[in-house]
């Protein structure tokens, strides 16, 4: 009778350990989807991270543009423009031509003698 529990404790401490082997393995792909699950979204939170930064960045430097446009056209409008440029004087009027008589000094007399008081 000896004989048959040492066999029967054989036995069941035999399943004991396959059995525990057996859950090892279910813990173990647990623990590889759950790495997988990690890793997952550990992707999707620094793709959405990048994408926001982007997103960020873009936003203040437009502003940054603005505000170094709008300091440059303040400062452009407060100086007054230095004109140190001296206009030359407008050129003297050239002297008059002399007046030439005409060469024929006949009276201009009309062409046709029509009396108009007819």
């Known amino acids: 009778m000896k004989d ?5 404790l054989f036995l069941l401490s035999t399943a004991v350990i396959i059995a525990s082997f ?3 393995k279910d813990k173990s792909k647990e623990a590889e989807i759950q790495t997988l699950i990690d890793e997952k979204v550990a992707e999707k ?4 991270r990048k994408k926001r930064l982007a997103v960020c ?9 603005e505000l170094a446009d709008s300091i ?25 031509p002399p007046i030439k008589s005409p060469v024929d000094t006949t009276p201009v007399e009309p062409f ?7």
């Open 22 to 24: 057996g859950f090892q």
């Open 57 to 65: 960045r873009e936003r203040i430097l437009k502003r940054a543009s």
């Open 4 to 8: 048959y529990q040492l066999i029967l």
């Open 45 to 48: 939170v620094e793709r959405f």
């Open 112 to 118: 046709f003698l029509i009396d108009t008081t007819q």
């Open 72 to 96: 440059i056209m303040a400062k452009a409008i407060s100086t007054t423009i230095i004109d140190n440029t001296v206009r030359p004087t407008p050129p003297e009027r050239p002297p008059r």
